[in-house]
T-cell receptor, first 114, second 111 residues
């Protein structure tokens, strides 16, 4: 596929649950991203990590907490979500500094909050 | 910051005809313009990109044009086929900076 793997593919959680989304890239990239995709905002950037440091946080509510333990892995920790947080969450990676900012996307996690 | 507008939101084209999707951007410093195709159940995948030092780029049935003066760029698909049905996203960015996506165009190829 694209070299970016997301798990799980589907997740249903209650508003009081705590869950985590996982992303792993096998491309040797140094930047990773979380996007939210919904009918209202088709591709909304949430977080950017470059060289394992968070460089972007687009006013995302604190109930979403990202973690980047190394350049190959990215997590999105979820707690006390709302039904409007139901969406497709996409992870992407790219190689900063290469002059080729092409982003490679995973297949996404379809999240439903009940 | 950058803002990308994409039109139309939905496009239906007879198989074999051409499809055109148009985007405009606001940041004149942007110099990288990728197009992504998203099929059902998959993440977006890059299909073609163009940089500001060229005005047009072709790859088989797909072409992209860029007008830096007017700050707009377009995707052209010729001889459309059923497998072209998908959602297409344009985007604009500056070198390695984050790229901003348009809202997408759902393309339907009619038999």
């Amino acid at each position: 596929e694209t070299g970016v793997t997301q798990t799980p593919r589907h997740l249903v959680m209650g508003m009081t649950n705590k869950k985590s989304l996982k992303c792993e890239q096998h491309l040797g990239h140094n930047a990773m991203y979380w996007y939210k995709q919904s009918a209202k905002k088709p591709l909304e950037l949430m977080f950017v990590y470059s060289l394992e440091e968070r460089v972007e946080n687009n006013s995302v509510p604190s109930r979403f907490s990202p973690e980047c333990p190394n350049s190959s892995h990215l997590f999105l920790h979820l707690h006390t979500l709302q039904p409007e947080d139901s969406a497709l969450y996409l992870c992407a990676s790219s190689q900063d500094g290469s002059g080729s900012p092409e982003a490679f996307f995973g297949q996404g996690t379809r999240l439903t909050v009940v | 910051g950058e803002n990308v507008e994409q039109h139309p939101s939905t496009l239906s084209v007879q198989e074999g005809d051409s499809a055109v999707i148009k985007c405009t951007y606001s940041d004149s410093a942007s110099n990288y313009f990728p197009w992504y195709k998203q099929e059902l159940g998959k993440g977006p995948q890059l299909i073609i990109d163009i940089r500001s030092n060229v005005g047009e780029k072709k790859d088989q049935r797909i072409a992209v044009t860029l007008n830096k003066t007017a700050k707009h760029f377009s995707l052209h698909i010729t001889e459309t086929q059923p497998e072209d049905s998908a959602v297409y996203f344009c985007a604009a960015g500056y070198r390695d900076d984050k790229i901003i996506f348009g809202k997408g165009t759902r393309l339907h190829i009619l038999p």
